[in-house]
DNA sequence: CAAACAAATACATATTCATGCTATTGCGGC
DNA sequence: GCCGCAATAGCATGAATATGTATTTGTTTG
């Protein structure tokens, strides 16, 4: 038996996935609140498998309500219920540890599934915010964007800068004199159009250069 | 009508999957390959609408694959198979632009579903999988770590230091003397364990204190 | 081949940094 | 009330950095 925390600030919703949970073999509702300001407290006395939690709820809404779960419980499946695919919402529930990301336009027939999913160690989720995540994911990972076109001596020199290496140091770890360590450094602030080593460092980390 | 392009090197599984696509209504087999050596050239003349793209495969592999196709082609939905579900591939698939990532245990009826899914902008991805998605998304950006228990004025000032000040900008943005700007400044490098600004501002980045 | 550019080197100068030592003020804890 | 500590400030000195100008030697490219 699945056992079902609820949190939906709607009554009419939470009456209806109430009743459909419970008419259904195999998954029980154990309770259901209107809202999660005492989420941890219920959590701890209801024991539940899985949490179905809507995201936008009156006093503490469902992210806030997801993180001060997960300070007591690691272990508890959480659901996110949304009406919007909203890019930071889905952000920041995955962030705070939440299993899966449903909308509510879920029909009832998967949504079942969705649980049994998250109750087995999977990661439901509805199909557009999968697609956000593996967007999210690879826009994270692929802003090499920005090109500042520096030669290979140059990121040779910067990527020294940003390891904290003085010019002296670079010198000698280059083979070459530190007047020459000037000029790629002089080349390269012009590129970044920045005009000290920690501006050039940061914009390397900014940027990925590094 | 579907069209799929296929990339499996072993004989029987290609045939298998190109029988299983071809019975199906809507879907068709445009091409099968056992490597991907030519891979954005086919995909320029078959045109799919979907590539199942196996992982381990010898010569070019699906990983070099998926990025040779995404430098000619940003719109062909591209899902990754394989048998294990290997953490740093699922990264580097993503990374690259992978719509969605199966093993290969994948059930036929399914596998129907999920190219289904690919084409219409989804994101399908194997149970498995996609809690590792999450779960590489939540470990990402919960590395605060380190803390090197600066104060808060200390916070200010490295802040500013990563922003590129120097010492006497600094001093006027927070209305300080210069020379408590250096107190702050060399209390930092000490907490840091470093001795100079752009050690400081490299540290700063590396462990996501900014 | 000439023009453009990367890489290397040199010299000069003003500014900025790193470091050490010292000192005052105000706040919270024991 | 004394201790410790964060924040403030001053002074001094040597090292490192930023900037400007210039020259030489290859390599690449139109």
Redesign the interface.
Known sequence: MVKVLLYEDNPQLREGLSMLINGSDGFEVVAAFKNCDNAPDEVDIYRPDVILMDIDMPGTNGIQGLKNIREVNEKVKVLMLTVFDDNKNVFEA???????YLLKKTPPSKLLDYIE?ANS?????S??I??Q??R???D???IKGVDYDLSEREKEVLQL????Y?YKMIASEMFIAIDTVRSHIKKIYEKLH?N???????KA??DKLV
Chains 1, 2 share one sequence.
């Not at 160690?121 to 989720?125: I, L, V």
């Not at 000290?196 to 940061?202: F, I, P, R």
């Open positions: 995955i962030k705070n540890g939440a299993n899966g999913e160690g999977g990661a439901p989720m199909s557009s999968a697609t995540v593996l999210m994911f690879s994270m990972n692929n800068l940003v390891n904290g003085s920045v000290s080593k920690s501006e050039a460092v940061a980390f900014k």
